[in-house]
């Protein structure tokens, strides 16, 4: 195994045991501890789509096909193929789920962290850190899909219960790795978003205490509220935590809406290098001016089916790196492997797993079901009357945190139609056996994806002049 430096924050910067500057480059695990509907194509939540193919596969081809998928969704390939282009980081998603049951909260399960074991092994072999990112948390931290969220509601900021079961898998967390070098940190909550902003920081220097009190050395990596995006809540405090880099999530909007170019009009707001980059100073004003490094958590735009638009879209993307190198900032672009809307690496469209559910996921997108990358367009029938009723009745409404109209889309698309569309989803299972189940999951093998050579060329020539 390479022997990795320990890192820790000095000043401005993550710096090394020689005191020498690190900047993080890599990438999202998303879809692997905590799967992501738009990364393997299924509708809704993933503890939704679970219980679903439980139930139609069987007990013993269910975990046949999540043992394979586990194991094959990152592998020794994939670690190899990361450290040939330059990458130095990888943030691993994680959900709870993995390390403990609902049913049996507090009691911890060892496959979770033998799991989690693995990919930090093979990574660190590669000369890649990692970092641990708690990616959906009991009671949910967000009001969407990506926290494992079945509603539309975050109680994790409502109930004492959940957050002490977050402090207690930390805890456990940071005794298993403590004394491991080639994890370069925690990011113990991904994108928060508490709707009073009051439970966050009382949260953070609790959760910091506990970490600290078993783990001293590590990083914090530490997301602002609003889904990274917001760290007004934050004010006020005499100085940030120590040893802690604050995170923010860095979306260009061009990139994750239906606009067709860059530089460009988007929903009425010309944007170009400039407007990118300040949305980029605006989101980590925090940071400079407590004088603490800058991580983009996440950031990077969706890719359209046919790949007409892939030239525009790699020119923001290598905006916005330029960017972050002109301003010293880490980074990990979201996503390293999916079913082809933001990977490096993508399932075959041939592939047993995606020809299986390909009138699903169709379905899926006539109905605009996926809330990233998706679209309205299929139904705006639905959705044109429920505008007409609030815009007579309710025209001041606009919940927290983006408004009504994302909030409808919530309920009516990302919900409501969701549900029915998992069960019809999980029913293209029914009866497979173990060695079948096992071979669909083999679809997001390495050797059986295939790369998206102009994002990893653009990806490897930066990397190369860092």
Not at 214 to 236: A, M
């Amino acid at each position: 195994m390479t022997s990795l430096p320990w890192l820790r924050v000095n000043g401005t910067d993550i710096v090394d045991e020689h005191d020498t500057p690190v900047r993080l480059a890599g990438v999202g695990l998303g879809g692997w501890m905590n799967m992501e509907n738009f990364i393997t194509g299924y509708p809704g939540n993933e503890s939704g789509i679970r219980r679903a193919l439980r139930e139609t596969m069987g007990e013993q081809s269910y975990e046949a096909f999540f043992d394979e998928f586990l194991t094959v969704f990152f592998d020794e390939a994939d670690a190899a193929f990361l450290a040939s282009l330059g990458m130095n980081s990888v943030r691993i998603p994680v959900n709870y789920r993995h390390f403990e049951d609902d049913a049996r909260p507090f009691e911890l399960k060892e496959e979770g962290f033998a799991r989690l074991d693995r990919v930090i092994s093979l990574l660190a072999a590669h000369g890649v850190y990692s970092i641990i990112d708690l990616h959906a948390l009991p009671g949910r931290q967000n009001q969407h899909w990506h926290s494992d969220n079945p509603t539309h509601l975050a109680e994790f900021w409502n109930h004492p219960h959940f957050q002490d079961r977050v402090v207690h898998l930390w805890e456990a967390l940071a005794d298993r790795y403590r004394d491991r070098p080639e994890v370069a940190g925690y990011n113990p909550i991904n994108e928060p978003a508490d709707p009073t902003g009051e439970v966050l920081p009382v949260f953070y220097d609790r959760l910091e205490a506990a970490i600290r009190a078993v783990d001293p050395r590590h990083i914090l990596f530490l997301d602002g509220n609003k889904y990274s995006t917001d760290f007004s809540f934050l004010e006020g405090r005499a100085e940030p935590l120590p040893n802690a880099v604050y995170t923010a999530h860095d979306y260009a909007l061009p990139g994750i809406t239906s606009a067709t170019e860059y530089p460009g009009t988007t929903r009425g707001e010309y944007f170009d290098r400039g407007v990118v980059e300040q949305t980029f100073l605006r989101r980590t004003e925090f940071m400079r001016r407590t004088g603490t490094p800058i991580w983009i958590g996440e950031f990077g735009p969706v890719y359209s089916d046919d790949r007409s638009q892939d030239a525009w879209r790699y020119r923001l993307l290598q905006d916005q790196l330029e960017i972050y190198r002109d301003h010293g900032a880490s980074w990990a672009l979201w996503t390293y492997k999916d079913i082809g809307l933001q990977g490096l690496v993508c399932a075959d469209p041939a592939s047993d797993y995606l020809t299986l559910t390909a009138t699903d996921r169709e379905t899926k997108r006539q109905l605009g079901i996926d809330s990233w990358g998706g679209s309205d367009a299929g139904v705006r029938d639905i959705l044109d009357p429920i505008d007409a009723v609030f815009d007579r009745e309710f025209p001041g409404y606009a919940p927290w945190p983006w408004g009504r109209q994302p909030h409808i889309a919530v309920l009516v698309r990302h919900i409501l139609l969701a549900e029915p569309l998992a069960q019809r989803f999980a029913e293209r299972f029914r009866g497979v056996s173990p060695e079948r189940a096992r071979e669909l999951a083999r679809a997001f093998r390495f050797d059986a994806c295939a790369e998206r050579t102009g994002l990893t060329a653009l990806l490897k020539d930066h990397l190369a002049r860092e």
